[in-house]
């Protein structure tokens, strides 16, 4: 019967993995607790296996005040009972378990950051389950991409993120979001970076959608964008397929700050970067056919290269610092009637109003001038809002009313000039 259950352990050993050493450690505790439970059994006992014949003897023992072993004598029973060989049993399984546990727990608790590879089980709105083979990982909604389906039976590469330790055993959670995903792929595909002759510096990722990286190279005769690219796309064309279609941008990583933000406004072509180190800010200008493409849609190119560089790009047109220069030329506000029904210009930043006079026109107030007074707060109104046609206070002299106050007022703009007006005077 020895024998019978050394081979069971054994074959135990080689299905499980676990070692017969751990086994008859477990079945000695059980069977010293299987004893314990007899009547006449010693208040202290162990049990003693023998490897070779599988011989087991209860090792009874007699202490003395400070538990030191004063006597021993074999008090094996002739048989433990039913009882003791179901108690043995149960606990026996349940080393067995344990162990089979810590032993999953080890495999993947050193694991954290690492790739691997499993088949879709589950599917539902909380999490999707993939089998690993020994172990089961939980990609919850939350690391899942927006544009990705996960069919059941298919395979998927997901990124570790934690494994943690529970009493049914070791739970993995994977992602398909992580950065470090893009980086485990570029990896498997390019050798150089395994070699350390490529670096990734840095990763900027919306996944689903579009992902930056910033390569440098160790090696001078190397091109850290070529390698990651590889012949006609062939290895970059791998990791898009593995991420479901995103995008994949590879730009050159370099030490210069104004550069780096250049290169990483790819495929935009970028005129000038300014880097402003006391604010973090890097402001970008690029000629006006190029501005959308390199905001991006919903300013997604912009975002993903503040993220990579780690400035905060704004990003300019070539002619928009002159026309908010222009802009900033009129002020913003309307012509009312104060209480003592003169005409004047309230600034909308609030403040006090100012009457015309102050404001630089010549000649009289436009509702003293003689013209109506329609056609004078329309030629107003169309001066503070940087209107056409002869304005009131340009240097010409031409107030309303010196002869152009019964000119024809169009949208807001005053028509009939200086020209028109003097010959109708």
Not at 39 to 60: H, K, N
Not at 348 to 366: K, L, M, N, Q
């Amino acid at each position: 019967m020895n024998s019978e259950m050394m081979e069971a352990l054994e074959n135990i050993e080689r299905e499980k993995g676990i070692s017969v050493e751990i086994m008859l450690e477990a079945l000695a505790n059980a069977l010293v607790t299987a004893y314990k439970r007899m009547p006449d059994s010693a208040e202290e006992a162990l049990v003693e296996i023998d490897v070779e014949t599988g011989e087991i003897r209860v090792i009874a023992q007699e202490l003395d005040e400070e538990g030191n072993v004063v006597r021993e004598w074999d008090d094996t029973p002739s048989d433990f009972g039913r009882i003791a060989a179901q108690t043995a049993k149960q606990v026996i399984l349940q080393r067995i378990r344990d162990a089979e546990r810590e032993m999953k727990y080890e495999e993947y608790a050193g694991r954290e950051g690492d790739i691997v590879t499993g088949i879709i089980q589950q599917t539902d709105q909380r999490y999707t389950l993939l089998d690993l083979g020994r172990v089961e990982a939980l990609l919850p909604q939350a690391e899942q991409a927006t544009n990705e389906r996960y069919e059941h039976g298919s395979r998927l590469k997901a990124y570790i993120v934690e494994v943690r330790k529970t009493a049914k055993g070791p739970q993995i959670v994977v992602s398909r979001t992580h950065p470090g995903l893009v980086k485990r792929l570029f990896e498997l595909e390019v050798p150089e970076i395994v070699d350390g002759v490529v670096e990734i510096k840095a990763i900027a990722r919306e996944p689903g959608h579009r992902t930056k990286i910033a390569v440098a190279s160790n090696d001078p005769h190397v091109d850290p964008v070529g390698a990651c690219v590889g012949a006609r796309g062939s290895r970059v064309r791998m990791v898009v397929n593995e991420l479901r279609g995103e995008k994949v941008d590879i730009v050159p990583y370099t030490d210069d700050p104004a550069e780096f933000v250049m290169k990483a406004l790819a495929p935009a072509r970028v005129r000038e970067v300014r880097i402003d180190e006391s604010t973090g800010t890097a402001e970008v200008i690029v000629p006006d056919f190029q501005l959308s493409l390199a905001i991006g849609r919903e300013g997604q190119n912009a975002r993903l290269a503040a993220r990579l560089t780690g400035w905060r790009v704004d990003i300019r047109s070539e002619n928009q610092p002159e026309e908010e220069e222009a802009a900033a030329d009129y002020a913003e506000g309307e012509w009312v009637r104060n209480e003592e029904g003169e005409l004047v210009f309230q600034p909308a930043e609030g403040g006090d109003a100012i009457s015309a006079a102050d404001a630089g026109y010549a000649g009289a107030a436009p509702d003293e001038a003689g013209g109506e007074a329609s056609d004078a707060e329309s030629a107003l109104a169309a001066d503070a809002g940087g209107g056409g046609g002869d304005l009131p206070g340009d240097g010409t002299g031409d107030a309303p009313g010196d002869g152009a106050a019964d000119a024809p007022v169009v949208d807001g703009d005053a028509t009939g000039g200086t020209s028109g007006g003097g010959e109708d005077g």
